[in-house]
């Protein structure tokens, strides 16, 4: 089907987060700053895994592609968002809202699957570390995140391919500052019931799936660490799990507001506000709190800066 003849809207106007000209080149500023540092964040983190043998773990695997993911998801939109507080109109093809859509469900779905697979991760190496090697085997870790993108491309093709099906008639300015589901169903001027039926049942299994999978790996992960005879063990323990658990609050807490929270409980702008927690904060916080709160992380950059400081000052003396 040619896009462009599915509606007689061409092209939609992404009202963006705030009209208020006051706010324009502070949120530009404050913005900016956030995507520079979720690219040097996320990049750096990728670069620091890919280039450090100690780092070739399952976890750090795990945390390779969260970074890639959040680099890829953060770019879907932080653009045209930006772009928002600088134009009068910030206009967008038909085609190309479908598009950035189709890649922010793509890669936030795929986001609640690693991190699920970071939990059982942490649950395995925590509860039966003698069968770690076996159980996150590099062939079962390649499934596993194999399962993430599957998960991530069905989503996404899932709400793209309902949308398809609707017609736009006159009304053509999303109130948010992309294309996310909710807004977009807003200006269609037919029957929008088996696209909220998709967005309920693909949302629930999305969200809920792995909320439940996190919490019971992290119940017995508890459990198990609360057995630990040693202080040492236990704040080890505690240590390892405590960034996971941070990101996870954020990412899931942030994304259940915006979808499940009921209407008369607030309103459009406020679900814009609540959503730029897990499309702009949650990318920039994570390689943050994964650098600060681990200790492998922290000796690799160090190792990492100190070779670059010797290899410098040696080409400087020869």
């Known amino acids: 089907m040619d896009l462009e003849n599915a509606s007689s809207v061409t092209e939609f106007i992404l009202a963006g987060l705030t009209d208020q000209p006051e706010l324009q080149l502070p949120l530009f500023i404050l913005f900016t700053g956030t995507y520079v540092i979720t690219i040097m964040g996320n990049l750096g983190l990728i670069i620091l895994i890919r280039t450090n043998a100690q ?27 930006l772009m928002n507080f600088v134009l009068t109109k910030n206009i967008i093809s038909y085609s190309g809202c479908l598009t950035q859509l189709y890649f922010f469900c793509f890669f936030v ?90 967005v309920f049942v693909v949302v629930g299994i999305n969200i809920i799936v792995p909320s439940v999978t996190i919490f019971l790996s992290y119940v017995l992960i508890l459990s198990n660490i609360l057995n630990i005879n040693s202080t040492e063990g236990r704040s080890k323990a505690f240590s390892t799990c405590s960034s996971h658990v941070i990101v996870i609050t954020l990412f899931f807490g942030s994304a259940s507001f915006m979808y499940f929270k009921p209407s008369s409980l607030g309103s459009e702008d406020q679900g814009k506000v609540s959503s730029v927690f897990y499309t702009n904060m949650v990318p ?15 000796i690799a950059l160090r190792k990492t800066l100190k070779g670059r400081i010797f290899s410098r000052t040696g080409a400087l003396f020869s």
């Open 55 to 81: 780092l070739h773990t399952p976890m750090y695997y795990f945390l390779f592609n969260l970074s890639f993911i959040d680099l890829c998801y953060s770019s879907v939109f932080t653009p045209k968002m």
């Open 109 to 198: 779905i795929s986001e609640n699957y690693v991190l699920t697979i970071m939990a059982y991760d942490r649950y395995v190496a925590i509860c039966n570390p003698l069968l770690y090697s076996v159980s996150m085997s590099n062939q079962v870790c390649s499934w596993l995140l194999g399962g993430a993108y599957v998960m991530g491309f069905a989503g996404a093709m899932a709400h793209t391919g309902c949308m398809l099906r609707l017609y736009f008639c006159h009304a053509n300015i999303i109130n948010h500052y992309m294309c996310d589901i909710l807004p977009v169903l807003q200006l269609s001027c037919t029957s929008t019931y088996v696209n909220e039926l998709v």
């Open 284 to 298: 920039m916080l994570n390689p943050i709190i994964y650098s600060l709160r681990n200790k492998d992380v922290k």
